[in-house]
Nanobody, 128 residues
Framework: VQLQASGGGLVQAGGSLRLSCAAS????????VAWFRQAPGKEREFVAA????????KYADSVKGRFTISRDNAQNTVYLQMNGLKPEDTAVYYC??????????????????????WGQGTEVTVSS
């Protein structure tokens, strides 16, 4: 299974980007998915997650109201729509998938240990 993240780039503050994470090798329509990010010199942190089936999502407080995680099961792709970007959003963004079909509880949706498949990362730079 491979996860290919794309869509990163350089954008001015206030702009938008849409990140994509395409999976190959298997489908993950019944798997929780998430985005994490790692800024230079910092630990990797949670950004957003979505369970399969319903619409249960979870966002970091820092991106709530600006970012939206979505999925297209037919395309086997997860998206992160990022609006109102700020310089502090600059980071390498990683997509992650939980290979087990058991849904994570809400409190665990933001934990790295919940996910065992990771993409290679795509870099986002927001200029002020």
């Amino acid at each position: 299974v491979q996860l290919q993240a794309s869509g990163g780039g350089l954008v001015q503050a206030g702009g938008s980007l849409r990140l994509s994470c395409a999976a190959s090798g298997r489908t993950f329509s019944r798997n929780a998915v998430a985005w994490f990010r790692q800024a230079p010199g910092k630990e990797r942190e949670f950004v957003a997650a979505r369970r399969w089936g319903g619409t249960a999502t979870k966002y970091a407080d820092s991106v709530k109201g600006r970012f939206t995680i979505s999925r297209d099961n037919a395309q086997n792709t997860v998206y992160l729509q990022m609006n109102g970007l700020k310089p502090e959003d600059t980071a390498v963004y990683y997509c992650a998938v939980r290979s087990r079909e058991v849904q994570p509880i809400v409190s665990m949706m933001s934990e790295e240990i919940t996910y065992d498949l990771w993409g290679q990362g795509t870099e986002v730079t927001v200029s002020s």
